[in-house]
């Protein structure tokens, strides 16, 4: 969990994300979904950044709008300086070696009629002129690197575990040797157990190959584990973003104050038992934003102001950037 | 805080409301015979709720299912008792079954998207459960619903009543599903990951919700559950599953503040915690749980233990003290040692 | 709601102008032969080709030419065939359509009760003797050619058995219309019913059994079990009720195409002359005019029957409606 410095990996300038649904021929009918509404971040060599929300918060998406598997309907995306946000798909593809994703369904992510070798072979004779020994050899250190053995490379996807599935989607990942992986909810379908098994790996393997991690989840507990920052997003954009001690220890936008209050606690006899903030109301529509802040409607400090407009993320502290208009923590300059 | 039911010392207190003696489910399969639930025995009282956690083969869906007979696998069989209101379910004839499904015990499913039929209106379903144990005209059953819904704490029930399932959201879907539930006023709810497929901040209601339906409808709730947060919020008792068997239960104080199964240690250490030092690697349990083909002689647990020893390969029974049991072999002493060894690694790297 | 249908019919009259551009241009500007001395029939003198290049305005530019036919096709509606002389043919597949339409929807009858029973007895008793039993005489109903299956049964109850009291009710091959003498009509309709919709009760039956079992997988009757409904309405109230909107869906298209003139091998076999059976004598004969008007009639009752297909999904199925 290294510092922020230097030069960003990746970064996002204000993206945006939208989808059309319904007839699009008739315009009356057309309606979009504003999946991700404007977000902008860095992520810096070595770093995890936690992006964590609800269902409809647009952090699958943004997931996918970064390592380009989705067009984006504006902004830019900076991967170690160079816009990739508008290549085209041919131009994209060395890129590719540079950035991969992790999915969530093991189940659901591997072809079940292709062998596990040829699985996480695949992107190394699309992209390279490796030969057929150096692929073999590739691929055995891969299988040791995730835990695997050598001899599974022959058999078919439906014969393992979750776990191992989920294994195999991150050697496979990991084949080009990628500095960048988007982990999207890696561990969500995963028990207990294996949750933490497959999340030690995950730190393993960044401290033996330098690498950086966007690490998508919903779990705040998981998140608060593997990420140095987070990102907490609302409805298509971030609410607050700052490094994951400060962010848990004292979070400032109301949302992310309810979130963190929600999380069922497996402990009892808490003596600063939390009270619990339970949100009224379900989370809106991505497709029927409301006007000003996103959050108002179910703020309990929402006002005129939030009504009326929309909040930008400012820097409250060290490092902590929030969209608020009355921020639960307040800026250094202020009384 | 979840109120701790009195130990049941003298056979003189208050039967219980649903007594489960050695039950047993196996399926039979081409490749044997499948154990999914190896003989285990537990009581529900009436107005407390009962945790069962365990992860995915621990037995504990399939164990609730068979409370009702809802196991409808030709290949299965099911031996053992279960008593409700002194009365054996097992062996019950599928008429007499439905008698009590739904009537005077209700489940509610994990996800309410696939549990309601789409086809049909939320209304036309609570009615339809209604008139199945109830003679009601549709008009009072429509009132009756309506009630229900509001209940639940719907805004709307007239206007959501209605509706068809996919046209409410996740949370509403639940309610809808639970009010649905309570709808022949069932002394006994079987919960089976209700708050799973919802976001965390619609669970915190749900779980607002299934307290207080202990306390405004009387009902007895057993809450099926990989999480132990939502447990440790909710539940009056746990029992914890592994491998098809109860490896420990007890009250939920008792299970949390001093487990004495190594499973349990395992669960626990492997949350990441949500507050104080991370640890620099989450302590997890090695391997993966048997296959219910081919389960280990002894101890289910023992081939992932690192605390087993020579006696391990005789199965344990549940023992302890009072309600807290644990079916392990380790003494107290023996316990104390394992936990002192397993924190010290954790106070090195923090 | 009402938005859906206006759209729906709206496509229908889009989709139907295309067809008739399509078969328009199959007709009439495929190189090589000339339209007239198709439209005139085999053996036409050079006065008659001329006379229907007059009235074709075979002269005059392609779209012209498209404008005349559907004017003489859809509003004057004097078209004659030339091969029947002085056979109007609007009038004539006019006059063929409620033979047609009579024996696709006595046999839509059978098919709709006999599938659906079928496939609720098979679902219900999976994997018994019964099932299997149901689902290999659905698999000999489908495996048997409808002409041959006819012939068959005319070859038993006309002549073979037909003195015997078993089919002695059996009348002359033909049709009589409905309002001429109803039991007449009903008494020659009745095995043609029954062979045209034993190749659909089979289809539909396997299918639906098919649908049932799998609806029966699913949370939702987990569900309805746990509320103590008793089996027979949970098959029914919820498996069958999911299912019909497949079973509907298919269901709509195989009846238009039936209408349109699939039923063409049934008419043949029993002597009805329908729409199926004029498009087929009209082929042999090469009888343009005719062709173009039954090739017309037909795309429209498919297209129709897609539209309508369409709107009933979206009655059945809530979660289409509103999308």
Known sequence: MNQATGAPLIEAVDVKKHFTVGNSLLAGQRRTVYAVDGVSFKVYPGETLGLVGESGCGKSTLGRCLVRLYDLTSGSILLKGREIGAMSQRELRPIRREMQMVFQDPYASLNPRRRVGDLIAEPLRVHGTASRDEIERRLKELMALVGLEAEHLNRFPHEFSGGQRQRIGIARALALHPGLLVADEPVSALDVSIQAQIVNLLADLQERLGLTYVFIAHDLSVVRQVSSRIAVMYLGAIVEMGPTEALFQAPAHPYTEALISAVPIPEVDRDDRRKRIVLTGDVPSPMNPPAGCRFNPRCRFATELCRKERPVLREVADGRTVACHYPLVQAASAA | MPSSTPASASPEAKAPLLEVRDLRVSFRTERGLLQAVGGISFRVDTHEIVGVVGESGSGKTVSQMSVMGLINDPNAVIEGSILYKGRELVGLSQRQLRSVRGNEIAMIFQDPMTALTPVYTIGWQIAEQLRAHNRLSSGAARKRGIELLAEVGIPNPSVTFDRYPHQLSGGMRQRAFIAMALSCNPSLLIADEPTTALDVTVQAQILELIKRLRRDFGSSIVLITHDLGVVAEVADRVMVMYAGRIVERGTTREIFADPWHPYSWGLHDSIPPMVGARPRRLPSILGSPPSLLDLPPGCAFSPRCPHRFSRCTERPALAGAGDHEAACFLSPEQRGQALAARRRPLKEAS | ?????????????????????????????????????????????????????????????????????????????????????????????????????????????????????????????????????????????????????????????????????????????????????????????????????????????RVLRASLVEAGQEDYIRTARSKGLSESRILIRHALRTSLIAFVTLFGLDFGALVGGSALLTEVVFALHGVGRLTYQALLDLDLPVIMATVMYASFFVVFANALVDILYAILDPRVRLA
């Open chain 3, 1 to 205: 709601m009402v938005s859906l249908l206006i759209r729906r019919f709206a496509q229908m009259i889009f989709v139907m102008l295309g067809i008739s551009i399509l078969v328009f241009l199959i007709f009439f500007a495929t190189p090589g032969a000339d339209p007239a001395s198709r439209i005139a029939g085999r053996n036409a003198s050079p006065e008659v080709l001329a006379a229907v290049r007059a009235s074709f305005g075979l002269d005059r530019p392609l779209p012209i030419q498209y404008a005349v036919m559907m004017r003489r096709l859809f509003i004057d509606q004097d078209l004659t065939s030339f091969v029947n002389r002085g056979e109007v043919v609007v009038p004539e597949v006019m006059g063929a359509a409620p033979v047609t339409l009579s024996l696709v929807m006595g046999a839509a009858v059978f098919w709709i009760f006999g599938s659906i029973a079928i496939g609720l007895v098979a679902a219900a008793t999976k994997g018994s003797f019964l099932d299997r039993l149901l689902m290999v005489l659905g698999l000999i109903g489908i495996s048997m050619p409808v002409y041959w299956l006819g012939e068959i049964v005319n070859l038993i109850t006309q002549k073979e058995l037909h003195d015997t009291w078993l089919f002695s009710w059996v009348p002359q091959l033909g049709y009589t219309a409905l309002t001429e003498d109803p039991w007449l009509w009903f008494k020659s309709l009745l095995l043609p019913w029954i062979t045209l919709a034993i190749l659909y009760i089979g289809l539909y039956g």
